[in-house]
């Protein structure tokens, strides 16, 4: 960064000379030179960046820019046969041809005085400045779209000290913001009330309502105002429709901005959003009317595209998980406190058990004594040592243990190691993940033993963990904080008894039958495949005798074997 800033300046004057309608750039380095990004931490990856269209202004001059993966980068990591890195390489350089062929729009970089344009604040407590949120209120509720930001001092609603701050509404011409319950303001109780009325029945307009990431005005929203919310608004997203254009992460405002607009909406405020509640109210206010103001200018442009991409009922099906995520995300999960309590004390227990094997483990006592006498079982970097260095082991996937500081020791390679403290690492790595990730978050409350008991649990004593469709790239639900959908399936399935059905409820257990069998017949319309759908053929079973008669005839022999066979046709074949 320090040299290419030290030459910036000639390299704004030849590009303001030259005039190119495109400039295509290899690597992470002048992407960030281009998105005047020279922090650290504000680093862009090109991973994320490539195949992009951005338009820049450089000096006085604005153009298209293309950010594409280095030459030299795919290289490092060349596969044989099919690389899906180099094909991306190629269809990104073959979309900048076909772009510029095909006739491309002037690029529009925002220009800053229109950052703030149209932008107005609401910090007068009398009666006209709450006629003033009130008569907008009503004005927008008879738009045909508007755009709805909310600020709060917390992720979930479900805390006793949980607030929504402040609310902005509007459209990129026309925004306004008002405080709710942060420190600062001044609504009396009937004041406050009336607001939320109003705002319920903006909500409740005909019109469409967009948020960036909806689900969360959604789940905060309908816990302050009712179910209606989520299942009676016309919800849009602005991060639904950037994931249906693109799926990979970038889905933020402030890189959609970059992205469409030429500058990082969030530079403008450059506030700390974890201290919002004790921020200057002026500060909080401008920075949510900020968010919806490009929200709603994303929410053009981004459609525009979708529609155009034929994309648009991709998007409608996208866009129609969000209110079940948000029900079911209310609704929450119960815990089974004593049995959280129980394997708390015995995963903590089977973990100092097992350090205790370890640093008692003879070769352990000897490498301590060339070492300084430390050994740490969770350092990669002691473990290598001690492996490679001290045992001189081979590592498993190599043929020899030469590998220039290169040596993975993941618990697959580790159960190859034939050594107790390779099996004893991989039974602590196991435990204290099944401590960290599904047992301590779900105590009441931290404690010296266990820092982040109740990370995960809210005031109302449930889990009220986060769904998203937007996470992975095949479009199937992600789930965190806690990760329901990871708790152990087959080894340790016990964990999964600290989660139980509330009083007086069952759990029941449901799946779909041949569900990718079924999802293909739709989507191909095959009326073979149909016909033995209707006829509840077993497609699976089916399967399972045509290989094993053509390929595995013994495994046709006994009910265990057949049972295996068939779950290895259904699973992995």
Not at 269 to 276: A, C, E, G, H, P
């Amino acid at each position: 960064p320090l040299e290419t800033n030290c030459c910036r300046g000639n390299q704004v004057n030849d590009i303001a000379a030259t005039k190119p309608k495109i400039i295509v750039s290899f690597g992470s380095v002048p992407l960030n030179w281009f998105l005047s990004q020279s922090a650290k931490g504000d680093q862009r990856q090109i991973w994320m960046w490539r195949g992009r269209r951005i338009p820049v202004k450089i000096g006085t001059h604005q153009c298209w820019y293309y950010p594409l993966v280095h030459p030299a980068a795919l290289l490092r990591t060349r596969r044989r046969g099919f690389d899906p890195f180099v094909h991306a390489f190629e269809r990104d350089l073959l979309q900048v041809f076909s772009d510029y062929e095909s006739g491309l729009p002037e690029p529009e970089v925002e220009a800053k005085e229109n950052y703030y344009s149209g932008i107005e604040t609401v910090e007068d407590y009398t009666r006209s400045g709450l006629g003033k949120v009130i008569h907008y209120l009503r004005a927008a509720a008879k738009l045909d779209a508007s755009t709805i930001d909310i600020e709060t001092n917390s992720l979930k609603p479900y805390n006793t000290t949980s607030k929504i701050l402040s609310c902005s509404v509007g459209t990129f011409d026309s925004v306004i913001a008002f405080p709710l319950e942060h420190s600062q303001s001044q609504w009396s109780t009937v004041q406050l009330k009336h607001i939320y009325s109003e705002l319920k029945n903006y909500l409740l307009s005909p019109g469409r309502k967009c948020a960036h990431f909806t689900k969360f005005e959604m789940e905060w929203l309908t816990h302050k105002l009712g179910p209606e919310i989520a299942h009676r608004v016309t919800w849009d997203d602005t991060a639904v429709l950037a994931h249906v254009l693109d799926e990979r992460r970038g889905k933020a405002l402030e890189e959609l901005t970059e992205m469409n607009f030429g500058f990082n909406v969030k530079k403008l405020s450059n506030i700390d959003t974890k201290q919002l509640d004790t921020l200057p109210l002026s500060e909080v206010l401008l920075y949510n009317a900020l968010d919806v103001k490009w929200t709603d200018a994303l929410r053009v442009v981004l459609m525009d595209q979708v529609v155009t991409g034929n994309l648009l009922p991709t998007y409608n099906t996208v866009n129609s998980f969000t209110p079940s995520f948000v029900a079911m995300q209310i609704k929450g999960v119960h815990r089974n406190v004593s049995v959280i309590n129980q394997f708390s004390q015995e995963l903590l227990d089977r973990q100092h058990n097992i350090l205790d094997d370890i640093g008692n483990n003879p070769d352990i006592l000897k490498f301590k004594l060339s070492n300084g006498g430390k050994y740490k079982p969770t350092s990669n970097p002691d473990l290598q040592k001690f492996f490679r260095d001290f045992l001189k082991v081979p590592h498993p996937n190599k043929d020899s243990y030469n590998f220039n500081g290169k040596f993975s020791l993941t618990e697959d390679i580790l159960a190859k190691i034939k050594h107790p403290v390779a099996e004893k690492t991989v039974d602590l790595r196991t435990t204290s993940g099944n401590l960290s990730k599904y047992v301590e978050k779900l105590l009441d409350k931290p404690s010296d033993l266990f820092p982040e008991g109740g990370a995960y649990v809210c005031s109302d004593g449930l889990l009220h963990a986060n769904f998203s469709q937007l996470v992975a790239a095949t479009g199937r639900a992600a789930c965190e904080n806690p990760p329901l959908q990871q708790w152990p399936k087959r080894e340790h399935r016990e964990i999964r008894r600290v989660i139980c059905a509330p009083p007086g409820h069952s759990f029941v257990a449901v799946d779909y039958g041949q569900l990718e069998a079924r999802v293909i017949a739709m989507l191909t319309k095959c009326p073979v495949l149909s016909k033995e759908i209707f006829d509840k053929i077993d497609i699976h079973s089916f399967w399972t005798e045509q290989l094993g008669k053509s390929f595995a005839p013994e495994m046709l022999k006994t009910k265990q074997s057949i049972e295996h066979l068939r779950d290895y046709v259904k699973n992995k074949w």
